[in-house]
């Protein structure tokens, strides 16, 4: 198995431009989650998706934050517009619900935004 | 409400020194709990995990003893290498929690030569 995928690994733009990162979740996984992570806040929880329906989104930070899930096999985070407090490591999870496994996390998106 | 405490680091020691990282939870029902690592510059990584009341986890030389008489999921490793230095998180997951998982705020450990 291929294990979670993120796109792009590291993401460098300028205050302002949208920023899309992309997962591909483990196939066969129904539960998505999304979380961001900084030195001073650690690791946050964004939004998690079961069956590609949002849960929880109560950890997006503001309006500039949305995430989809179109299919089971495809989710998008995106910051519209950008700004320099966004940088970060954002990562994307993906868990077998139902079997007590945890999660699945991705190696993780780098942006910065300038 | 749920919650996951854990010790703060950073926790240093010298490679083959014994290491212990505790973890105490508040939860509704019985929570299935775990560790997870995660080395530098990398993604979080199950290390172990316990999905019932002194269930025993154990991976790469780490163990961790679910008590839930003590609320507790300490970590402990008899003997560290340098390569154990990572940041360690305590997890619970919640029964009716759609997968969604309690995070501690992670313990960075440093093992030194």
């Known amino acids: 198995d291929a294990g979670v995928i993120q796109s792009p690994r590291h993401e460098v733009t300028e205050m302002g431009q949208e920023v899309t990162l992309r997962c591909k979740p483990i196939s066969g996984h129904n539960s998505l989650f999304w979380y961001r992570q900084t030195m001073m806040r650690g690791l946050e929880l964004l939004i998690y998706f079961n069956n590609n329906v949002p849960i929880d989104d109560s950890g997006m930070p503001e309006d500039r934050f949305s995430a989809k899930m179109p299919n089971a096999s495809f989710s998008t985070l995106k910051i519209q517009p950008s700004e320099p407090r966004d940088s970060a490591v954002y990562f994307c999870a993906s868990s077998p619900r139902g079997t007590a496994g945890g999660q699945f996390f991705g190696p993780g998106t780098r942006l910065t935004v300038l | 409400g749920d919650s996951v405490t854990q010790m703060e680091g950073p926790v240093t020691l010298s490679e083959e020194a014994f290491l212990t990282i505790n973890c105490t939870y508040t939860?509704?029902?019985?929570?299935?709990l775990f560790w997870y690592v995660q080395y530098p510059g990398e993604g979080l990584q199950l290390l172990l995990k316990a999905t019932k009341a002194d269930d025993k986890g154990s991976n790469k030389g780490f163990e961790a003893t679910y008590r839930k008489e003590t609320t507790s999921f300490h970590l402990e490793k008899g003997s560290v290498q340098v390569s154990d230095s990572a940041v360690y998180f305590c997890?619970?997951?919640?029964?009716?929690?759609?997968?969604?998982?309690?995070f501690g705020a992670g313990t960075q450990v440093v093992v030194t030569p």
């Open positions: 997890l619970h997951e919640g029964p009716d929690s759609w997968g969604k998982l309690q």
């Open positions: 939860a509704t029902g019985y929570p299935s």
